[in-house]
């Protein structure tokens, strides 16, 4: 899992740099750094989980949401 992962992902990056994804009034944030991924509802945080791969990152947000996270072709940027 990478940045470029995230972006092609449709992330967007929050006041502190941080990849994030937005459903609803759910935030899930990506720290590259321990591989941890944040989970907050409001200003709480709900859930810790330690991902490597895209599909991990996939299954959680589908979990969560319902909705899928499907990778964009970014090549006409």
């Known amino acids: 899992l990478t940045e470029e992962i995230c972006d092609k992902l449709g992330c967007y990056y929050g006041m502190g740099g941080e990849p994030r994804f937005l459903a609803n009034d759910l935030s899930i944030s990506i720290h590259f750094k ?3 991924v944040i989970i907050e509802l409001g200003h709480g ?3 810790i989980d330690y991902i490597k791969y895209v599909h ?4 959680l947000y589908f979990a969560l949401t319902g909705d899928e996270l499907t990778l964009k072709n970014n090549s006409n940027n």
Request: one cysteine or more; hydrophobic letters at 40%.
């Open 56 to 59: 991990q990152l996939q299954n």
């Open 45 to 47: 945080i709900i859930f």
């Open 34 to 36: 321990n591989e941890c």
